[in-house]
């Protein structure tokens, strides 16, 4: 099936999945109101097979040591999936399934699969990675671009509520050095712990309520920019293809699964 853009329809909610432009979410409306920041680099992208930064761009692969492009230098940055196009599955009305075939530079073949599904009043995104033939280290996780400000009459800028267990300390290289803090106020960007889960709630005074969850324990909140703050459901810290490596092998895939739930609030 082809590339393009998916439109999936659940009551008043409408979700934009765009395989071509590297699987990402490109848009949720809700009520007509969108929720992701628009814009090609924007939405919600898929991070695979690693997410945040790699020291370096270099990982230990068994007794390899793979190098990657540095697309952050001096690091590489959410994994390679995010720069090329999917392959649509299978659709329905509220369901797509979009696959990936991993390919250089990515030295092991393997295949991703999303599958976003959608109700009146939840987003709940799926990813598996296998492999075919060896075993490797790999991560997942997404990144959403949620719009500050949702616009229209009085409207005010989201707020972030979430109780983690520890932020990871972040040295001068925006990587984790290993230590753990004490929870710090924001402008963050940092990962957290949350060992019973990702549990973020998201508010826009007056108009919406969203929490994104998730059975991972790891999230990194970046609210640095004007336009969005993200909320980055993950299985494993920024570098974790080297300090907290996931094994995909040919019995176990690496799966996890994020869920966006909403209410509204007031007269949204």
């Known amino acids: 099936m082809s590339d393009e853009d998916i ?9 934009t999945v765009q395989p071509g432009n590297g699987g990402r979410v490109g848009g949720l409306r809700i009520g007509g109101v ?3 920041r628009q814009g090609e680099r924007f939405g919600c992208f898929p991070m695979v097979p690693w997410c945040g930064r790699v020291r370096d761009g270099r990982f230990l692969d068994g007794a390899v040591v793979r190098q990657m492009p540095l697309n952050a230098p001096p690091h590489a940055i959410h994994g390679t999936v995010r720069d090329h196009a999917w392959r649509t599955a299978r659709t329905s009305t509220d ?13 092991h073949p393997g295949r991703v699969t999303q599958v976003v599904a959608l109700s009146e009043d ?7 990675v296998e492999t075919y033939d060896s075993s490797f280290p790999a991560q997942i996780g997404w990144h959403p671009w949620f719009n500050r400000n949702l616009g229209g009459e009085g409207a005010q800028d989201v707020r972030l509520d979430f109780e983690p267990a520890w932020q990871e300390e972040r040295g001068d290289d925006h990587l984790p050095t290993g230590n753990r803090l004490d929870p710090e106020p924001g402008p963050w960007d940092d990962c957290f712990g949350m060992p019973d889960g990702v ?8 108009q919406l309520e969203l929490k994104v969850a998730s059975r991972e324990e790891w999230v990194v909140v970046y609210d640095e920019q004007e336009a969005a703050v993200c909320v980055e459901p993950q299985t494993g810290p920024p570098n974790g293809l080297n300090t907290l490596p996931r094994l995909v092998t040919p019995l ?12 509204r609030l007031g007269s949204f």
């Open 7 to 15: 439109t999936l329809t659940a009551g008043d909610a409408e979700v």
């Open 34 to 36: 969108e929720m992701l």
């Open 252 to 263: 176990e895939p690496l799966e996890a699964t994020t869920t966006w739930s909403w209410r």
């Open 199 to 206: 549990d973020v709630t998201l508010t826009w005074p007056g």
């Open 95 to 107: 369901e797509a399934v979009i696959t990936y075939e991993l390919v250089d530079p990515w030295p």
């Open 122 to 128: 939840a987003l709940t995104l799926t990813m598996s």
